[in-house]
């Protein structure tokens, strides 16, 4: 998968896939929100996009690759 880096946080890169699929909602087709305070310690940093009607359609690590 291909990133876009949006900047950093403490040093570290903060970054987003390339393709824009990840923030459409399967079952309607609307753009989810994100939802930064989606994650637990065990999974490390996770931001959910969420649909206002279908709930969470995908999860992202801004990180991975870089740990």
Avoid: K, N, W
Avoid at 19 to 43: H, I, K, L, W
Wanted: glycine share 12%.
């Amino acid at each position: 998968m291909d990133f876009d880096e949006l900047g950093e946080v403490d040093g570290i890169p903060v970054r987003v896939p390339t393709s824009d699929e990840y923030r459409t909602c399967a079952v309607c087709g609307g753009d989810c929100e994100p939802d930064p305070s989606f994650g637990s310690d065990e999974q490390g940093a996770r931001i959910a996009f969420v649909c206002p009607e279908h709930g969470v359609q995908s999860l992202v690590d801004p990180f991975e690759g870089l740990r």
